[in-house]
């Protein structure tokens, strides 16, 4: 995870706070600045964020299950 400025932080700063959340993930798939992604969070709450994706990951794959494409 890249620390400092990156090409979606203040889009993902906005949604941080547009939704009054503590933390904000914000991923971008060719965007008009490219592919990339942002993490908005306190920093006690970078070292879960593996595990946070990896929960994500597993929640979308069960979702998916069934799903004809």
């Known amino acids: 995870m890249e620390i400092?400025?990156?090409k979606y932080d203040q889009l993902c700063?906005?949604?941080?706070?547009?939704?009054?959340?503590?933390?904000?993930?914000?991923i971008i798939f060719d965007g008009e600045q490219?592919?990339?992604f942002s993490v908005q969070a306190p920093w006690e709450m970078r070292?879960?964020?593996?595990?946070?994706?990896?929960n994500l990951a597993a929640r979308i794959e069960e979702d998916l299950v069934g799903i004809k494409t």
């Open 4 to 6: 400092g400025t990156g």
């Open 13 to 26: 700063r906005d949604a941080r706070g547009e939704a009054g959340a503590m933390a904000a993930i914000l």
């Open 34 to 36: 490219g592919s990339g």
């Open 47 to 54: 070292p879960d964020m593996p595990k946070i994706w990896r």
